[in-house]
């Protein structure tokens, strides 16, 4: 995923941090830098009623300072607003490191930002994002305990990838039963955008269940390999936006539902695991809900990971992560039918829940 940044030419004119576009009233932001090492991190933590900030760590080669900031804002709120709907008792934060995960990404590196997460004591937990695996997890584990997804040898609950993918499939399932009257996507002409770890974990379920798969991703390599496991076909075209199709899986970049994408989208529904798909949350909910598209809200049905991960924390076991994912289908009905009754779009039918587990608490404190 590039960074989730809407223009960052209009960022610079802006006041640094509180009069950033993304900031939404963050508890705290800390930028972490070694010379030693090159690490240049930022952690963002959005808010902390429910419980610690939980949000894995992304390293990304950002075009400027300025996108890293917007999205590690954009990203912890995102997950402020994920753990409240799926009923964790956590708060939002998320790290970003700048650089190129390839070439870039050291021991050495790891193990100090590990050192940085430790000196928050335990107010921000990391885990993995874009650009981490497992054994970076396993590796900071060693300076911290505020870790999670730490793999099964090393008493974790090893890569959380799997499970989003099967919670973006029970969104999804939910979403079909709400526009189609059926959850069974048996024949269903579904296009997955982005078949990294979790696109490729939607894909295997979708074609376990029959459904027609379109896969796009800019690493060939990965397409290829993909459609032979699977046998699904690659769309060799130039605009998926503009293809006509039952589902739209945005499993790759943020913000790909925008004033240039929408207009053009035939889709029926929109379920996928990218986080932050609508470049604004309010204008281009009602774009989608104006079109009659159904957007299974990013935040509830990609929570699949962080229920893994938490299991870490809780002492939960696998059956338990299967019930919480499971119940992504229960929630998503709901917020897709609340909305309807409400007249409102399925984001602030979402967002209002959340923000209410959020205030409850607020008030009990
Ligand atoms: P990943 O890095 O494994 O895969 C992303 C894939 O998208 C890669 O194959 C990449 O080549 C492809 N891609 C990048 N730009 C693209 C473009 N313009 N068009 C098509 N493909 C493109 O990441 P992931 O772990 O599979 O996560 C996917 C998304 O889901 C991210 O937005 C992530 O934040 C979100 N998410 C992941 C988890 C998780 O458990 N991994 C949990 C919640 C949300």
Redo the contacts with the bound molecule.
């Keep these: 995923?590039?960074s989730e940044v809407i223009n960052t030419s209009e960022l610079h004119k802006m006041d640094p941090v509180f009069g950033q576009l993304s900031f939404d009233n963050h508890e705290q932001i800390v930028f972490c830098n070694d010379k030693d090492t090159g690490l240049k991190a930022i952690i963002g933590i959005h808010n902390t009623v429910l419980g610690p900030a939980l949000g894995g760590t992304?390293m990304w080669n950002y075009a400027s300072e300025w996108e890293a900031l917007n999205d590690v804002l954009r990203l912890s709120r995102g997950m402020t607003y994920k753990s409240a709907i799926t009923g964790l008792n956590l708060g939002g934060g998320k790290a970003v490191l700048i650089g190129d995960a390839k070439t870039q990404k050291t021991p050495e590196l790891m193990l100090k930002f590990g050192e940085f997460v430790h000196s928050l004591g335990g107010k921000y937990i990391t885990a993995?994002?874009?650009?981490m695996a497992t054994a970076d997890m396993d590796l900071v584990r060693t300076v911290t305990p505020y870790v999670t997804g730490i793999s099964e040898s090393k008493g974790g609950k090893g890569n959380?990838?799997p499970?989003?993918a099967y919670g973006v499939f029970m969104g999804m399932k939910a979403a079909a039963k709400y526009s189609f009257g059926s959850d069974v996507l048996e024949g269903k002409v579904i296009y997955v955008?982005?078949?990294?770890?979790?696109?490729e974990g939607l894909v295997e379920n979708l074609t376990n269940e029959g459904a027609t798969v379109y896969i796009?991703?800019?690493?060939r390599e990965?397409l290829e390999e993909v459609r032979d496991k699977y046998s699904v076909k690659i769309y060799e075209g130039d605009n998926i936006y503009a293809e006509k199709m039952d589902i739209y899986a945005p499993?790759?970049?943020?913000a790909t539902l925008n004033d240039t994408t929408i207009n053009q989208l035939q889709t029926k529904i929109i379920a996928g695991?990218?986080?932050n798909q609508l470049a604004d949350e309010k204008k281009h909910g009602q774009m989608l809900r104006d079109k009659g598209i159904v957007w299974a809200p990013d935040f509830l049905i990609?929570a699949?990971?962080?229920i893994n991960v938490y299991a870490e924390l809780e002492n939960y076991d696998r059956k338990e992560i299967i019930r919480k994912t499971e119940n992504i289908y229960n929630t998503t009905l709901e917020i897709l039918k609340k909305a309807d009754a409400e007249h409102i779009t399925s984001y602030t039918a979402a967002y209002n829940i959340a923000q209410a587990r959020i205030d409850a608490r607020k008030s009990e404190k």
């Design positions: 995923m590039t992304r993995e994002d874009v650009g959380p990838s499970i989003t955008q982005g078949i990294g770890n979790v696109g796009s991703d800019i690493n990965r499993c790759a970049l943020g695991a990218a986080n990609n699949g990971g962080i």
